[in-house]
């Protein structure tokens, strides 16, 4: 086994460890741990860097949903979210009142399609809400707006992957009426835990700040005048984020290079096909998508290149649809025969933002070894199986 290639990795350069050390420490010392300089700081940064008017820190992506969400006033209402996202898409819109009503995935991009968004829509249905699976901004994201204008739905985006990610031009979470982003480890930035808000309008800003503290009118009183929760940031995750988004543009090109070497290099490997980008898409390749052939079993080549070539394989996006998930069985209903087939059918190659090429080549090439490994014991039990109807 020549390399080890775990599935993800976080990256903290060593001088921006030191530096994050040197902010807390100085939190510490004036015990300004929260909602502090730092968190106004990461949302004015976070605001700039996606070309939004407002950013409202929080405590997770997950949050930054469900506070959406209550400002849009969801109760009792239909919200059209794809099947093919984190359960936390679909939970936020049950716990902010709503109901979460699937729409069936787009293979293309992994997303959902106007076309898709059309057959789920209700006279209940108060909005919809795009995930960018991937990193992925579905080209058909201006249709999507218009339709909504058109109807008076409100379009939020989860953008939890999308982190330096657009379309034509426009950066993720500026499409719709806001936006929300996670910073969650695994994600293309990270600040330990936390999630950001994006919004053009100021009406949504200031109703998120009420709700991200306890429902509290203003900060400096005790009037609860909305159902609230705890959902602040820290002034260390903010220290952290911020940090991180200094990064985020190298991130990027770090993460757009190893995906260069996957594409060119799974061309000429049989079994797998990688999900190629959409023209004018701008991915921050949070995963790199590749749908597998007929018959190949996914867990067995899972198992091969961590065994035998100590490659890891990250978690799918998704594994299953959310309607499958049993949690979610009241939502169910439905026919979602794209998003099975995806789900079940595609893996994502490791990628990080301090990942060689050496090391991107080398799992393409472990991935041709398992492949081949795969249909020759295929092709074995096939004789076998022929040998066996002969006798
Ligand atoms: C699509 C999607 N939405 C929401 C979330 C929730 O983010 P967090 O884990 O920061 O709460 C995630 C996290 O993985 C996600 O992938």
């Not at 050496?358 to 022929?386: I, Q, T």
């Amino acid at each position: 086994m020549a390399l080890r290639i775990p599935p993800a990795k976080v990256f903290f350069p060593e001088e921006d460890r030191k530096a994050i050390l040197g902010h807390i420490d100085e939190a510490l010392a004036t015990g300004q741990l929260t909602l502090g300089r730092h968190v106004r700081a990461f949302e004015e940064e976070f605001a700039a860097a996606t070309g939004s008017s407002h950013a409202v820190a929080v405590n997770s992506g997950t949050s930054s949903i469900e506070i959406a969400l209550r400002v849009f006033g969801v109760e009792g209402r239909d919200v059209l979210v794809p099947t093919n996202t984190f359960f936390a898409t679909p939970a936020a819109v049950v716990h902010a009142g709503g109901r979460p009503r699937f729409v069936d995935a787009d293979p293309s991009t992994f997303s959902v399609s106007l076309e898709a968004l059309k057959r789920r829509l209700t006279p209940e249905t108060a909005g919809v809400i795009v995930v960018h699976i991937a990193g992925i901004v579905t080209p058909e994201m201006y249709a999507i707006r218009d339709f909504c204008k058109a109807r008076g739905l409100f379009l939020f985006e989860d953008a939890a992957h999308a982190q330096g990610c657009g379309f034509g031009g426009r950066a993720a979470g500026t499409f719709g009426d806001a936006a929300s982003f996670s910073f969650y480890p695994t994600k293309v930035m990270t600040s330990a835990e936390g999630g950001m808000i994006v919004t053009n309008d100021e009406r949504l800003r200031d109703e998120a700040v009420v709700y991200r503290d306890q429902g509290k009118a203003d900060f400096h009183t005790n009037a609860h005048t909305r159902m609230g929760y705890n959902w602040r940031m820290s002034e260390p995750h903010a220290i952290i984020g911020r940090s991180q988004l200094a990064r985020l543009e190298d991130f990027v090109a770090a993460r757009q290079r190893v995906a260069r070497v996957y594409d060119e290099g799974l061309r000429g490997v049989e079994g797998i096909t990688p999900l190629l980008l959409p023209e004018g898409c701008r991915s921050n390749y949070y995963k790199y998508i590749a749908l597998l052939g007929p018959g190949i079993d996914r867990k067995a080549l899972k198992q091969v290149l961590r065994e035998e070539y100590g490659v890891g394989l990250s978690g799918e996006v998704y594994e299953q649809p959310c309607h499958l998930q049993p949690v979610f069985a009241p939502y169910a209903a439905g026919a979602f025969p794209e998003a099975e087939d995806i789900c079940a059918r595609h893996v994502c190659l490791p990628v990080y933002a301090n990942m060689t090429d050496e090391e991107a080549r080398y799992v393409v090439s472990s991935l041709a070894g398992a492949l081949g490994r795969l249909s020759e014991g295929a092709e074995v039990k096939k004789a076998a199986l022929r040998e066996r109807s002969r006798v």
